[in-house]
C-alpha cells in the first residue's frame, strides 16, 4: 500500500506518494520568491505559507498518484531537523491524517533522507537499493554541510559538519555583498560560467586540516575585505564574473578535496552527494573528475531532489516501514535541533 509523505523544514512545502519504491508523485511549493525580498527565510512567513499551502500540495500528490486517503498505508513527515514553526505545520498534519486512517506515523530525519536521494534515479523516480553498498555522502546546502559516513542501509555515523557557515550560506552571504537576489547561490553559478576560476586567489578554510569538519566564515570574510579594497570590481562585468568563479572554486575545492579525502581513508568505493548545493555545476563536474581519477562510483542526486522535498522523506520512511527499523508515535514532538547520529 502506498505512504504519504510530508516536508516542510524551511520553505518547501511537499507532499509525495511512494510505492514500492517508486515516487508517484512528488509536489513541491516554493516560497524563494517571497523570502528573496528579505534577503533570506523568514520562519514566521514560512509557517504561515506552510498552512496556506499544504492542504492544496497534499491533494495534489494524492491525485497525481491516483491514490486515495483510505489506501494509504502509513503517513510520514519531517520531524528535524529545520525551522521549528515550519517543521509543526508538516509534523502536526501527518500525525492528523494518520491518526485518522489508523496508520502508523514516521517522524524522519531530515539528513538521513538525503542520504538516500541520490538512489533515486529515472523518470518517474524509483530506489535501487539492489546494488547499495557503503559510501561516504556529502550533505551540501543553505543550512548543512556534512560528511556522513554510511556503513549499510540505515547504519551511519557522522564524519564532520561545518563549525560555522554552511557552504550555501556562504554563496548567499558572499551573494549579498556582492549584490545579488537571494538565493544567490544559482546566480554565482551562472556569473562563474563565464569567469576565470584563479582569477583571484581567495583561502580555502580548514583544507588542510586533517578532520572532516568545514568552515566557511572565513571566505566570506575575505570576500567582504577584498570588495572593500576593490570597489570598482562590481562596476566591471568581466571582473564581477571572474570573482564568482574564484569563490566557486575556493568553496568546491575544499567540498571535495575533504570528501575524497574521507573515502580514501575510510576505504569506501562510493561517494554519493545530496543537497541543494548539489545543484552547483562546478560542484558537480569537479566531484565527477575527482572520482573517476580515483576509481571511485559516484551518485548525484537529480537536481529536482536535490532541494527539500517529500519523495525522500517518503523513501526512507517506506524503507524504515518495511525493514520494520521505525519508532513512531502520533503525538511526536518535533526536533528543530536534531543530530545526526
Known amino acids: ?14 507532499a509525495a506518494v511512494v510505492h514500492r519504491g517508486q515516487v508517484l508523485s512528488n509536489v513541491v511549493s516554493s516560497q524563494i520568491r517571497m523570502h528573496a525580498e528579505y534577503g533570506g527565510v523568514v520562519p514566521e512567513l514560512a509557517a504561515r505559507e506552510h498552512l496556506r499551502n499544504l492542504l492544496p500540495v497534499a491533494r495534489e500528490a494524492l491525485l497525481e498518484a491516483q491514490v486515495s486517503p483510505d489506501q494509504l498505508a502509513a503517513v510520514a513527515a519531517t520531524r528535524g531537523p529545520g525551522l521549528p514553526s515550519a517543521l509543526l505545520v508538516g509534523l502536526k498534519a501527518a500525525q492528523a491524517v ?15 533522507a538525503h542520504l538516500y536521494s541520490p538512489w533515486l534515479t529515472g523518470q518517474p523516480p524509483a530506489a535501487d537499493f539492489s546494488n547499495f553498498q557503503p559510501n561516504v555522502s556529502l550533505i551540501v546546502s543553505g ?41 544567490a547561490g544559482p546566480e554565482i553559478d551562472r556569473l562563474a560560467e563565464g569567469g576565470r576560476p584563479n582569477a583571484y586567489d581567495f583561502p580555502r578554510p580548514m583544507i588542510d586540516v586533517p578532520n572532516d569538519d568545514f568552515s566557511f566564515s572565513g571566505l566570506k570574510t ?29 568553496i568546491v575545492d575544499v567540498l571535495v578535496t575533504k570528501t575524497l579525502r574521507a573515502a580514501r581513508r575510510l576505504r569506501v568505493r562510493c561517494v554519493t552527494a545530496s543537497g541543494g548545493v548539489t545543484c552547483n555545476r562546478a560542484l558537480r563536474q569537479k566531484l565527477t573528475g575527482a572520482c573517476e581519477r580515483e576509481g571511485l562510483t559516484l551518485l548525484l542526486a537529480e ?19 518495511g525493514l520494520r527499523a521505525w519508532e513512531g508515535s502520533s503525538d511526536a514532538d518535533i526536533l528543530p535541533n536534531w543530530t545526526m547520529g
Open 98 to 112: 494518520a491518526f485518522v486512517l489508523r496508520r502508523p506515523f514516521l517522524g524522519i530525519h531530515h539528513h538521513e
Open 1 to 14: 500500500m502506498p505512504l504519504l509523505a510530508f516536508e516542510t523544514s524551511c520553505d518547501e512545502t511537499s
Open 303 to 321: 537536481k529536482t531532489l536535490c532541494t527539500d522535498n517529500a519523495a525522500m522523506i517518503g523513501i526512507l520512511a517506506e524503507r524504515k516501514l
Open 143 to 183: 543550512g548543512h554541510t556534512l560528511l556522513v559516513h554510511v556503513r549499510a542501509e540505515l547504519d551511519h555515523c557522522l564524519l564532520g559538519s561545518t563549525v560555522d557557515d554552511a557552504a550555501g550560506e556562504c554563496f548567499d552571504k558572499i551573494g549579498k555583498l556582492i549584490g545579488l537576489p537571494y538565493p
Open 222 to 250: 575575505s570576500v567582504r575585505y577584498f570588495l572593500r579594497d576593490h570597489p570598482d570590481l562590481l562596476l566591471d562585468s568581466q571582473r564581477l564574473r571572474d570573482l564568482c568563479a574564484s569563490v566557486q572554486a575556493a
